[in-house]
């Protein structure tokens, strides 16, 4: 089963607009990371927040983690074309791999 | 630095077939190995992972399996393809120990004909 799951599965927006993809998990984590798939591609690691912290930068990147609620977002403001990619947050479930969500298909019009 | 490589990037092989994908991991020693699978615009399935040179761990029951003959190369392996077989294979790296982040081959797009 899916540790994470992100919402929406599709965005499609404009080049300078502000992209935001969300993420549920089930159990408790370590950290949650977020991944960037380019079409046909390896998956690269964008950034990683710990269960101890709220809120991440890095870049045009935010990331924000609400333990409660078991939920993480994933925010890119002033999109630009190149940022047209699949993204996918991901989670250590116990064991000693990453267990990916279904992830976003993000589009960005030029 | 480190880098992983997997090969080939794109294979066809009718089913009934052997498989055997290559996956190397260089600059680093001891490392996690992953094989994932994705189904075409869907999420990442975890086949194996292995800790260690002949320790491997199955997380789904299914055609494939995979050995690691040596401390950077994890091979995954079919006897016989099936049809269901097909579908974008990658492979992955981390450092032992900490749950940081993983790093990810190009991937190899297998289609069973």
């Known amino acids: 089963s899916q540790q994470g799951e992100e919402d929406p599965q599709a965005l499609s927006i404009q080049e300078g607009e502000n992209a935001t993809m969300n993420c549920s998990y089930k159990?408790?984590?370590?950290?949650l990371q977020w991944y960037r798939q380019n079409s046909g591609r390896g998956l690269v690691h964008l950034i990683l927040?710990?269960?101890?912290?709220r809120e991440k930068h890095s870049g045009r990147l935010r990331v924000t983690l609400d333990t409660s609620k078991k939920s993480s977002s994933l925010l890119i403001t002033a999109s630009r074309a190149a940022d047209t990619a699949s993204y996918f947050c991901?989670?250590?479930?116990?064991?000693?791999?990453?267990?990916f969500g279904s992830g976003t298909r993000l589009q960005v019009q030029p | 630095s480190q880098t992983i490589h997997q090969w080939p990037a794109t294979l066809v092989q009718p089913v009934g077939s052997p498989l055997s994908l290559e996956c190397t991991v260089e600059?680093?020693?001891?490392?996690?190995l992953y094989w994932y699978r994705q189904a075409a615009g869907r999420g990442l399935q975890l086949l194996f992972y292995?800790?260690?040179?002949?320790?491997i761990s199955s997380e789904v029951p299914q055609n494939l399996s995979a050995s690691r003959p040596q401390d950077r190369q994890f091979i995954l392996s079919s006897k016989k393809l099936l049809l269901s077989d097909s579908g974008f294979y990658l492979c992955?790296?981390?450092?032992?120990?900490?749950?940081?982040?993983?790093?990810f081959g190009q991937g190899t797009r297998l289609t069973v004909v």
């Open positions: 992955a790296w981390r450092e032992q120990g900490a749950r940081a982040e993983a790093f």
């Open positions: 159990t408790s984590i370590n950290n």
């Open positions: 927040i710990r269960s101890n912290e």
């Open positions: 991901a989670s250590y479930t116990g064991r000693r791999a990453l267990t």
């Open positions: 600059g680093t020693s001891n490392p996690n």
């Open positions: 292995s800790v260690g040179i002949g320790q």
